[in-house]
């Protein structure tokens, strides 16, 4: 299994160079200039023309692609534009809040999504499986701000029960960090609930079709235990692949999320990013999130072994 | 959640649950007495960049009056006043300006403010700064007598020297340390070091949350009551969070709940939201105001024709923009003068073009008088400005409505200010028409008034040519009296009304809100943070 | 936000593509929600295509004198900041939402197909392109559409486009697996054996096949498509101001939402509605094709 990690590690290599290629020439190639943003209202071309230089972004491609390589090899990921503080320090600022939300939310879909897909898959073909999946499906529907104001204008606003923005690290108490983190991961939560809800559902409709589960009833084991003991284990494979692709799904819901509720993760530090054009947070971030990806995918297939011990790396 | 769910349901439960966790935290922890008073402020944008030099941004403007102090400043009835400077004479020959800066200036790092610091601070800024280049085109030399004192030796009389340094608006002639200050003027500075009535907390500064800065124990203030940017500057609070919040609706709600003490800049729209709470008061602080504009490219088709900007300026209807961008009419309306209205130099001659009623008939036939031939014009529009995009909205549909073929290019801020600065044509990437908006200051009088100088192509964008602007306004330089001064606005004003450089849009305020718990907020076209107490 | 991805169906017998959509049919009669759900897009097909004609007036036209005012007999949605009739735009606006979600829908079917068909067969190209699929799967989705679209220019070509982009790898993915299945069958392997060129190999035997699956995909990014586009709106990178679409639409209201809530009320009661029905198209197709199918979604 190590080695069978090992490999893998080292074939994320040609996916990242393709990723680091990919953003650094979008952004090269991108119209829009960070100099004259800075130079502001009234400044001249050559005022433009010279902060372009005291930023390096008159050099030609290779040159900048070449020396923003070199000091990404040596774990700089760069300096942002406007604030001049490192990339990596805005990144750091940034990651509790995000990998928080990211925790809850998924938390908050698993929760809700598998004993409504449990649910439906045992009573399925019923007007209960009908129900809890077009619910799931609704809120799939819904875009995630309507959802995240909605649930702003009732429980923060009207109830003044929980908080209308922000972020309180957890470092800072449970309590403030609950009650700030209630809100987005529910609204974030409810809308990744139907994905995998409807995996669930179809995931043990499937296993509970199994011969040895129908073997399990005749022995006389106990519907629950049945679907428990037997189904969900060997149902959590395709399971725990959509958490997987989820949480790269769930970058973008977080992105929303973060700009309604004032929360300063990375979701936003990309998108105030990207409209700056500060081409040093974007290219890291980027980059970040790939390699993310590649590790929670990488995960979840090792973890394949772990329900299913015929599978053997 | 148990205490919550309790008294959950009726109205001020929130009061009550928060009042009866807050005394058990009380009598738990036992806190102290002296609490440290913190004002979090929601501030107009985010803070990207700390160089008030190196960039023109507003928000890094008003954090320069947060961390670094000024020689002089303009007070509310537009006099110069003296702030750092203790004394300062004028020689016989009205050639040589002698400062003498009070005593106990310290930097934040312990070092004395020095008569060298202010030199290099000034220098700088002059290499950016429009007003600082025309004083450094007219001075002969800057020398530190010492410590305490410095000259200016100019090449000739030049009456507005200190309205340059008292200047309250991008680019402010802040003073930091000689070392910082002689960072070359097209690079960023990183260090946040000033005189200032509070610091700068780099370690807690967060780009995009939030900003912190502490009182500086070791300010000396002015004896006189605070005045705009001037007079005494004491900070009553001993810390300051300006928490970045990009959602007005949330914002709002913050502000209702208490959450954040202070709004800089509310939407006019959502007033009725904070009407209703008695805790919290909107007012318009801003005495002067913003002025929005409508600006065309003067060298390329179809705006380079004279008649067809007079074509334009027949149908602009400033009521309309004004709504469009203050929603009442309580914050926005009309103003019909190349100055800002409600400063010296605005005037009303020959406002009528634009005061009148709006004569569709006869600028669809100006369109026609100008031979335009249905070229395609590019109205620039920045969604992410709803200022800016509101305007572009209103020009694209009443330019359709004479007959222009006009087009709205959206984007967001950045692109249009690149996009912008090209002199092509529109289909290589060039515009006819973008719109922005100056803070009241910005145009007070032709000294600053960028957009309105026929300059060619060393103008501001939209490039005008006129001779007899110009002319006009190097007069205005040498204008002798205030009366001369103010008849100089008046010719310049008429002789715009003609070549149309731009057209002033609307003059409108922009509402702020705070919590009652605050009392000190100082009038002023600037949001000061110095005199505001917190109970 | 993506829509989940599908596995291949095994296929034991060469299915003749007739007798598949004859399934089709009957299965999704039995699907009351998938009839709705296809009703109601269909609704909106006709909402976009006859919008000039559903009693609305012009889109565009800004009054600022009659902004914010509540739903009445002349606006019967109000009008928003700029005075202009909701109703009116929310109709046109299905022109926008809905061309979104159909071009993006095709756009990215048909590109990955075409990748997705090709790498199948050509075994050198396979590794190439299955690292450059992943390297644009790992970059998330919406990020990756913001990226391009502020990068580029507002439009809506660009937006489809974005959108799109994102949704190719793993329609590849999908026929790529289901090619690769499809290449061991007997059939296939005579047709090779016996010299059938590439092309005609593709088009006779392995098309036919895919074309379900790749449909109930293409019902799904359909929906996602459109949700995007909402929230590019919201973010400030989605269509251009000048054509309103629901998206843009909410996103211009949005601070509004306690003082004129019908502003964004309608626009996302129509784009709630609309994805939810394209939603459950999709499941009612995917349960008619192959119940096994059901493992993977």
């Known amino acids: 299994m190590l080695r069978y990690a090992l490999r893998r590690l080292a074939a994320t290599i040609p996916v990242m160079g393709v990723v680091a290629l990919f953003v650094f020439s979008l952004l090269y190639l991108s119209p829009g200039d960070p100099a004259a943003v800075i130079a502001g209202d009234i400044a001249t071309e050559e005022d433009i023309a010279r902060i372009r230089a005291s930023l390096g972004l008159d050099q030609p491609y290779f040159v900048r692609f070449g020396t923003w390589l070199w000091a990404l090899l040596q774990g700089d990921l760069g300096t942002s534009i406007f604030t001049g503080l490192p990339v990596s320090t805005l990144i750091g600022q940034r990651v509790e809040p995000t990998l928080a939300l990211t925790l809850c939310t998924l938390i908050v879909a698993i929760a809700l999504a598998v004993p409504l897909g449990v649910l439906a898959a045992a009573r399925a073909g019923g007007w209960i499986d009908r129900g809890v999946m077009a619910v799931a499906v609704l809120g799939f529907s819904v875009p995630v701000f309507v959802l995240a104001y909605a649930l702003v204008l009732l429980f923060a606003v009207q109830l003044e029960w929980l908080p209308v923005q922000g972020y309180s690290s957890i470092t800072k108490g449970f309590g403030p960090f609950i009650s700030h983190m209630i809100l987005p991961s529910v609204a974030l939560g409810i809308t990744y609930m139907a994905l995998i809800a409807r995996i669930t559902r179809a995931s043990m409709l499937d296993v509970l079709a199994q011969d040895y589960v129908r073997t399990a009833h005749a022995k006389g084991l106990a519907p629950g235990a049945v679907l428990t003991g037997h189904a969900l284990k060997n149902a959590a494979i395709p399971i725990v692949t959509i958490i997987g692709i989820g949480i790269a799904l769930l970058i973008g819901g977080v992105v929303v999320t973060e700009t309604v509720f004032a929360i300063p993760g990375i979701g936003r530090l990309t998108v105030d990013a990207i409209l700056r054009r500060d081409y040093p947070i974007i290219q890291g971030v980027t980059l970040l999130f790939s390699a993310i990806y590649v590790l929670v995918n990488l995960l979840v297939d090792l973890s394949y072994s772990l329900f299913d011990p015929r599978i053997r790396y | ?535 | 936000m993506d829509s989940p991805a599908i596995a291949a169906p095994a296929a034991d017998s060469p299915a003749a593509a007739g007798t598949l959509w004859r399934q089709l049919g009957g299965t999704l009669r039995r699907h009351p929600t998938a009839i709705a759900g296809g009703v109601v897009l269909l609704l909106m097909v006709l909402v976009a295509i006859f919008a000039p004609w559903l009693g609305t007036t012009d889109p565009l036209s800004v009054a600022p004198v009659r902004r914010l005012r509540p739903p009445s007999a002349q606006h019967w949605f109000g009008t928003d900041m700029l005075g202009r009739d909701v109703y009116s735009r929310v109709m046109y606006g299905a022109r926008v939402s809905v061309t979104v979600g159909l071009a993006v829908a095709l756009v990215g079917t048909v590109t990955g197909l075409a990748i997705g068909l090709v790498t199948g067969f050509v075994r050198w190209l396979d590794a190439i392109v299955m690292r450059v699929m992943d390297g644009l799967m790992s970059i998330p989705s919406v990020l990756l559409a913001i990226a391009l679209i502020s990068l580029t220019k507002a439009s809506l070509g660009n937006v489809i486009f974005a959108i799109a982009i994102a949704e190719v790898p793993r329609v590849v993915r999908l026929v790529r697996s289901l090619v690769l299945t499809l290449r061991e069958q007997p059939y296939v392997e005579a047709a090779i054996a016996s010299g059938t060129r590439l092309p005609r190999i593709l088009v006779r035997h392995i098309l036919p096949n895919t074309m379900a699956p790749v449909l109930v995909q293409a019902t799904y990014i359909c929906a996602s498509a459109m949700i995007t586009e909402a929230i590019l709106s919201f973010i400030g990178a989605g269509t251009p101001p000048d054509i309103p679409s629901w998206g843009n639409i909410m996103a211009e209201s949005r601070s509004l939402i306690q003082i004129a809530g019908t502003l964004l009320l309608f626009p996302g009661i129509f784009l709630s509605l609309t994805v939810l029905s394209v939603n459950l198209l999709g499941d009612g197709m995917r349960d008619a094709l192959d119940p096994r199918l059901a493992r993977r979604l």
């Open chain 2, 1 to 535: 959640m148990g205490l919550l769910s309790v008294v959950g349901r009726s109205p001020g439960s929130r009061a009550m649950s928060l009042s009866l966790v807050g005394a058990t935290c009380l009598l738990v922890a036992g806190s102290a007495l002296a609490q440290p008073k913190t004002l979090k402020f929601v501030p107009e944008a985010d803070l990207r960049s700390l160089d008030p030099i190196w960039t023109t941004a507003y928000i890094t403007r008003n954090h320069g009056y947060m961390v670094y102090d000024v020689l002089f400043a303009i007070d509310e009835k537009f006099q110069v006043q003296p702030q750092m400077v203790d004394k300062h004479e004028l020689s016989p020959d009205k050639l040589t300006y002698t400062f003498t800066l009070r005593d106990g200036l310290k930097f934040h790092d312990g070092q004395p403010v020095k008569a060298a610091d202010c030199i290099a601070s000034i220098q700088r800024w002059a290499k950016r700064d429009v007003f600082g280049q025309k004083l450094a085109d007219m001075t002969d030399s800057w020398t530190a007598v010492n410590d305490k004192t410095f000259r200016l030796k100019l090449k000739a009389p030049f009456p507005y020297v200190l309205d340059a340094l008292a200047k309250p608006s991008s680019n402010v002639p802040f003073i930091m340390p000689e070392r910082i200050a002689k960072t070359d003027a097209f690079t960023a500075i990183t260090e946040a070091v000033g005189s200032g009535p509070f610091r700068f907390v780099k370690e807690e500064w967060v780009p995009g949350n939030k900003v912190v800065y502490v009182k500086n124990g070791d300010y000396v203030p002015r004896k006189e009551p605070p005045s705009w940017g001037a007079g005494g500057k004491v900070a009553k609070v001993d810390r300051v969070e300006w928490i970045y919040i990009p959602d007005a609706a949330t914002a709002a709600a913050a502000l209702n709940a208490g959450e954040v003490d202070w709004w800089q800049q509310m939407p006019p729209d959502l007033i009725p939201l904070l009407a209703k709470n008695k805790d919290v008061k909107i007012e318009n602080t801003d005495p002067l105001g913003s002025i929005g504009l409508l600006r065309f490219n003067h060298l390329q088709v179809p705006f380079n024709n004279q008649k067809l900007r007079q074509a334009v300026l027949l149908v602009v209807d400033q009521n309309d923009y004004a709504i469009a961008i203050a929603g009442d009419p309580k914050n926005g309306k009309p103003c019909a003068s190349f100055f800002t209205c409600g400063t010296p130099l605005a005037n009303t001659v020959g406002s009528e073009v634009l005061t009148g009623k709006r004569d569709y008939e006869k600028a669809k036939a100006l369109v026609k008088e100008s031979g335009y031939k249905g070229e395609k014009v590019i109205v620039l529009d920045a969604t992410d400005q709803p200022i800016v995009h509101a305007q572009a909205l209103l020009t694209g549909e009443m330019l359709r409505k004479i007959g222009i073929n006009a087009e709205l290019a959206a984007s967001d801020w950045g692109t249009l200010i690149t996009r912008r600065s090209s002199k092509e044509p529109v289909d290589k990437g060039g515009w006819s028409i973008f719109h922005t908006w100056f803070v009241g200051p910005d145009i007070v009088n032709p000294a600053l008034n960028s957009p309105l100088r026929g300059a060619g192509e060393k103008s501001w964008f939209g490039w005008p040519t006129d001779p007899k602007l110009e002319e006009l306004r190097d007069a205005w330089f040498n204008a002798p009296t205030a009366a001369d001064q103010k008849k100089i606005a008046e010719e310049m004003q008429k002789r715009a009304w003609e070549t149309v450089p731009f057209i002033p849009t609307a003059q409108f305020i922009i509402p702020t809100a705070y919590r009652t718990s605050l009392s000190g907020i100082i009038r002023s076209p600037v949001t000061f943070l110095w005199n505001v107490e917190k109970k």
